[in-house]
């Protein structure tokens, strides 16, 4: 996820950009660029946030610009990789949201014919394609739209060149709006930069070019003009933001799908070293959600593999360091959490090789590990991991898949269709019965184990509720002297080895009085009859099933807190990212 | 001559009646407020305008269009969010390109004075005198100059006041952008003329007429003034056994049923359909497609678009929004019976006669009485036999 901003009109386009970048943080932060075209084209690109850096940027002269703030997917955020990219000659430049995907084949045919490239990224191919055609041409939308064609994957972009009056832009499955102002035309990611200046907006659909000029918008699609719908936006700032949902995390919770399959899409073993291809044992360092996910692929892998697999909490590891060998995996969505670098560093001085499952590409713990594997969450702002746990989930159950021997390509790739459907659900009786708890138990076996963790995890960070998270078998084993009618129980019973097991345990629960909120297959005809409430959630494989019970509980969290009147983006006495021990 | 009319603001003195439109666009003799501005504007022989629009701008767009209407062009500039005068004034740079008279769009002025302010020298400041200088920005007057302008002042140095009307060439812009934000975070377009007060080089011209509306009981005395000049007209249907006297002007597609009794001046807009049995008494202006039946009487106010006052209804010296509806037998009343000024929400209006202010789509129950100085949010509602005083909230449910 990038943000991107475009300008043509009546006034200096750099401080406007400039604006409108700030108000597209939240889709990434670790570089940004403006160009404008002036007496030439002119430009400023750098690393770090646009909010501590823009003072260059807003000097640029010239009523037409673009913008560009970044989340790191190609090349790690550095000056070079920043957007815009310019082409050889220096008078065209492309901002781009998305991935194009066959790049590398193309960046690899542009070389061949005397291209230079400057950065690491994908975008930089589209603006060389572009010089090539628009070289022909002469004409800046001919050049866009031959090279729209040769493009696959997922792109929102805008272009402009010197001596160019407008601006060309474009989209394929990337947000794209174009604000209508007065004498003035934006184009922007979303509503967020437009909003200060007009109401006025059309949204681009998937295949559309444009070519905008300060007073004039022209749209085609496969070859025709076509007419998108002028619409008059009511939302405020805060509102485009959460794209029109209550809370970051109600919105987070819905972009998994999407979060899901992009990292499945981007992960690629082959790329990665060969300790990772084929590990004798696996050692995986992680706090909090992390370490859930670590759990669960601990019991993938070692059935599907026969590695074994030992998950260590960070911050135990640095001080009752175990004796260890094999591949040291740490999960951390920021990158930055203290403990789990401290974890690895140590790794590495008992000389480990050690893997970094991270959301942000050039953070500090992608350079200390020896292999990165970069989820696709985009950015997360809700405090409780939604998305970015699912990521880690695909990258994990990513790497089961290639060292089982890619069994479960066509499984994964389509998990997120099963996602899709689960966030549809109704929780309405099972949020009434968890909102009056004072304690609520979380139980399931197996991968479910972990499952049952993050779900009682959740709870606990959102909504304030004692919550716990527990192997079935061993509630007997002591808690079970808590359990009376005010302690409901959520258990998670699919089919498998040990629903007969679950089954058993539910029904000793019940008979302590506890309410029993099931999560179970649809269509089981066993479960709805001795518990409370019955959760049904698509029958299909143990992996798939991990990841909708996550999200149902995921959801129940969410509507509990929300039932109860929390503040779910930003907990109490909670931070993002745990930098310190 | 272009023409800059700074309309951007909500005008959050007038709620409730901005819940759906800004200030310049509240009816006075059934013309939005600006729009009798503009005309004068038009009159003195001024074509080329720019709107700055921001709170409520799609009601201002789509009632003004391009200004073809009129006769004149308009064209628009976004100040989305008001960051104060002077930042209004610079989202219409550009869009003017030589010397251009300034306007409040909120007040009422002649079309002589715009036509002598515009062959002023510029600068110049458009001034009025009022009888409560407090609440505007005072002014001193040397010599044909402005010598001092002081906002708000709680001790007013004289009762001469900025009109908020007028001539800048383009220099203005640059003294703009040498303006600081003000304590209140705001760039004020009087902080921008400080230099050239103190260099009296900002002349002052006398405006003959001025008038300004403030708060809502504001408008009962604006849209009389405004229909003071009204021409009788019928471009509706009027039936037999109806009295009309003085002047009343009657919209396209509106029927007076027989037994009506109207008292001008008295504007009703398109569609309406009034009596039978009404008695309407001036000055009053009746938006479209309104209905005022059966033994309904309203007495000096405006009442906006698409309001029923259908059955025994009273209503006097009260201004109500559009969309509202009077259960049957609902009445206000409009005079304190210890003859005081009446006040509204502690506000005084300075009136002995007012009603109230009733905001948007508010829904009476049969038979609610609503006592003098209520005001009343938008999409309120209330259950039959309310008796309603005070200030109600804004969708506020009252049973």
Not at chain 1, 471 to 487: I, M, N, R, V, Y
Not at chain 2, 306 to 319: A, C, E, L, R, W
Not at chain 2, 354 to 360: E, H
């Amino acid at each position: 996820m990038c943000g991107i901003v475009g300008y043509v009109g009546r006034r200096d386009a750099a401080p406007l950009i400039v604006e409108g970048l700030k108000k597209l943080e939240y889709r990434g932060y670790d570089s940004f660029g403006v160009a404008t075209i002036g007496k030439s084209l002119e430009f400023d690109k750098h690393k770090g946030r646009i909010s501590e850096n823009a003072r260059s940027a807003i000097q640029l002269k010239g009523k037409i610009g673009i913008g560009h703030t970044r989340w790191a997917t190609h090349g790690i955020p550095n000056d070079a990789n920043a957007h815009p990219h310019m082409d050889c000659s220096g008078t065209i430049a492309i901002v781009h949201n998305g991935i194009i995907e066959n790049y590398a084949e193309l960046k690899r045919q542009l070389k061949a014919r005397g291209h230079t490239f400057r950065s690491d990224t994908d975008t930089e191919v589209v603006v060389h394609l572009i010089e090539e055609e628009y070289g022909k041409r002469k004409d800046l939308l001919d050049a866009v739209r031959t090279v729209i064609p040769k493009l696959e994957g997922s792109y929102a972009l805008i272009v402009i060149a010197d001596k160019e009056e407008r601006m060309i832009v474009a989209r394929n499955a990337s947000p794209l709006v174009i604000g209508i102002g007065d004498g003035e035309i934006f184009a922007a990611s979303d509503m967020t930069p437009i909003l200060e200046h007009t109401e006025r907006a059309m949204f681009l659909e998937d295949g559309d070019i444009a070519t905008i000029s300060r007073e004039e918008v022209t749209i085609f699609n496969k070859g025709k003009v076509v007419k998108r719908q002028l619409e008059l936006i009511d939302w405020s700032l805060e509102d485009v933001k959460k794209g029109g949902f209550a809370h970051y995390m109600l919105k987070e919770i819905y972009e998994q799908p999407q979060a899901f399959y992009n990292t499945i899409r981007a992960v690629n073993l082959e790329t990665v070293s060969e300790f990772v291809r084929h590990p004798l044992s696996v050692t995986v360092v992680a706090c909090g959600s992390s370490y859930h996910a670590g759990l669960i692929f601990k019991y993938l892998l070692e059935e599907s593999c026969r590695v074994p697999v030992r998950i260590e909490f960070a911050s135990e590891f640095k001080y009752y360091p175990p004796p260890i060998e094999g591949l040291v995996v740490g999960i951390t969505q920021s990158g930055e959490t203290a403990d789990t670098i401290t974890a690895l560093k140590q790794a590495k001085t008992h000389n480990c090789r050690t893997l970094a499952i991270t959301n942000i590409l050039g953070s500090s713990v992608s350079r200390l590990a020896d292999a990165t594997i970069f989820m696709r969450a985009g950015p997360e702002i809700s405090v409780a991991a939604t998305k970015s746990f699912i990521a880690q989930l695909a990258v994990l159950m990513q790497i089961v898949n290639n060292i089982s021997g890619t069994k479960c390509n066509d499984m994964l790739l389509h998990a997120h269709q099963s996602i899709e459907e689960i966030l549809l659900i109704n929780l309405t009786d099972a949020v009434s019965v968890c909102a009056g708890a004072k304690d609520l138990f979380y139980v399931g076996r197996g991968p479910f184990y972990a499952v049952a963790l993050e779900g009682a995890l959740k709870m606990k960070e959102i909504s304030y509720i004692h919550a716990e998270g527990y192997a079935a078998g061993e509630l007997k084993h002591g808690p079970f002297a808590l359990l009376s009618s005010e302690t409901p129980v959520i258990a998670l019973c699919t089919p498998g080895d040990t629903y007969g097991v679950m089954i058993s345990n539910i029904k000793e629960m019940k008979a302590r009085g506890a309410p029993v909120i099931a999560i179970g297959s649809e269509g089981d005809s066993e479960l709805p009859d001795i518990v409370d409430i019955f959760i049904p959630i698509p029958r299909t494989t143990p992996f798939v099933q991990v990841l909708t019970s996550l999200v149902t509980l995921q959801l129940l969290a969410y509507y509990t807190a929300v039932a109860l009147g929390r503040d779910v983006d930003k907990p109490r006495n909670l931070a993002k990212s745990v930098t310190v021990e | 001559m272009e023409c800059v009319v700074l309309a951007a603001g909500e005008g959050k003195r007038m709620r409730p009646l901005t819940a759906k439109r800004p200030k310049v666009m509240l009816p006075l003799a059934n013309r939005p407020m600006m729009e009798h501005l503009v005309l004068a504007a038009r009159d003195a022989g001024i074509t080329d305008f720019v709107f700055v629009v921001g709170y409520g701008e799609r009601e201002i767009r789509k009632y003004f269009g391009n200004g073809s209407e009129w006769g004149i062009h308009i064209s628009y500039a976004a100040q989305r969010n008001q960051h104060g005068t002077a930042d209004a004034v610079r989202s219409a740079r550009d869009l003017v390109t030589g010397p251009f008279l300034l306007m409040n769009g909120d007040m009422i002025l002649k079309a002589g004075d715009i036509a002598n302010l515009c062959s002023q020298p510029a600068p110049c400041m458009g001034i009025s005198t009022t009888d409560h200088p407090g609440d505007y920005g005072v002014i001193l007057e040397d010599g044909g100059f402005v010598t001092s302008l002081e906002e708000k002042s709680k001790k007013p140095k004289s009762n001469l006041i900025n009109a908020g009307a007028y001539l800048f060439t383009q220099e203005i812009f640059d003294l703009i952008d040498q303006v600081h934000p003000s304590p209140r975070g705001e760039l004020e377009l009087t902080d921008a003329l400080a230099g050239l007060i103190a260099e009296k080089k900002l002349k002052a011209y006398h405006m003959s007429y001025w008038m300004d509306v403030g708060h809502p009981w504001d408008m009962l005395d604006a849209n009389t003034t405004l229909m003071g000049s009204l021409d009788a007209k019928n471009a509706g249907t009027v039936e037999e056994g109806v009295f009309l006297q003085g002047s009343v002007d009657i919209g396209k597609g509106s029927v007076i049923k027989s037994g009506t009794y109207i008292e001008g001046p008295c504007v009703i807009g398109k569609n309406c359909r009034i009596g039978p049995h009404a008695y309407i008494r001036g000055a009053t202006s009746i938006g479209d497609d309104c209905h005022i039946g059966h033994c309904s009487e309203i007495k000096n106010s405006i009442i906006m678009n698409g309001t029923k006052i259908p059955h025994f209804n009273y209503i006097g010296d009260s201004v109500i929004g559009s969309g509202c509806n009077f259960g049957a037998g609902t009445k206000l009343a409009n005079l304190r019976h210890d003859h005081q000024n009446v006040k509204v929400c502690g506000k005084d209006t300075r009136r002995k006669k007012f009603g109230a202010v009733i905001g948007d789509d508010v829904s009476f129950g049969i038979n609610c009485s609503i006592n003098v100085g209520s005001m009343i949010g938008s999409g309120a509602q209330f259950a039959p036999n309310s008796s309603i005083e005070g200030c109600t909230g804004d969708k506020a449910t009252i049973r």
